[in-house]
T-cell receptor, first 111, second 114 residues
């Protein structure tokens, strides 16, 4: 799997937009970009996935530039409950892939 | 959320004892996974299964074995637990095995080996 690099931590305030950028310089042609969210004492939860350009769902947006060497997860108007660790993963659809989460980005939303 | 139940949720045991963790799903998904999560290492894949009686090793499989005799159950066994296996263990499921298929995780089992 392509190696990813993301900031260790970020602080924000309620109501602000949080943008987390993930670098994946060695992304392969068939690779997708997937983001998971993990709250304390819970398993990771799928947030969003994309291949190119922009993807938006009810939780977040994912921006992927044309070269696909990075991606940005955007969380609009965060609340205290968005405090969590966010993981960026890159890989292809090969069966039995070995999902590697890395350290993730710890986001702290303050009142 | 996906119907995934891990048991037990917490366990404390002694070095050298056998330990079995159970993952039960109600989604009829083909793929099931066991991960461990440790500070500074993120989640690491131990073993996974791509069908009944079909399993394969992950990144950190030494000291662990798995079995899947039914679609809904995936067991992780530590034959002789060691302190280095103290960790939080997560089970996950997915319909197919590709990364573009999201995995759904259970709430974890916190295992302490003294």
């Amino acid at each position: 799997l392509a190696k990813t690099t993301q900031p260790i931590s970020m602080d924000s305030y309620e109501g602000q937009e949080v943008n987390i950028t993930c670098s994946h310089n060695n992304i392969a042609t068939n690779d997708y970009i997937t983001w998971y969210q993990q709250f304390p004492s819970q398993g990771p939860r799928f947030i969003i996935q994309g291949y190119k350009t922009k993807v938006t769902n009810e939780v977040a947006s994912l921006f992927i530039p044309a070269d696909r060497k990075s991606s940005t997860l955007s969380l609009p108007r965060v609340s205290l409950s968005d405090t969590a660790v966010y993981y960026c993963l890159v890989g292809d659809g090969a069966a039995g892939n070995k999902l590697t989460f890395g350290g993730g980005t710890r986001v702290l939303v303050k009142p | 959320d996906a119907g995934i139940t891990q048991s037990p949720r917490h366990k404390v045991t002694e070095t050298g004892t056998p330990v079995t963790l159970r993952c039960h799903q109600t989604e009829n998904h083909r793929y099931m996974y066991w991960y461990r999560q440790d500070p500074g290492h993120g989640l690491r894949l131990i073993h996974y299964s791509y069908g009944v009686k079909d399993t394969d090793k992950g990144e950190v499989s030494d000291g662990y074995s798995v079995s899947r005799s039914k679609t809904e159950d995936f067991l992780l066994t530590l034959e002789s637990a060691t302190s280095s296996q103290t960790s939080v263990y997560f089970c996950a499921i997915s319909e197919s095995g590709g990364l573009n298929e999201p995995q759904h995780f259970g709430d974890g089992t916190r295992l302490s080996i003294l």
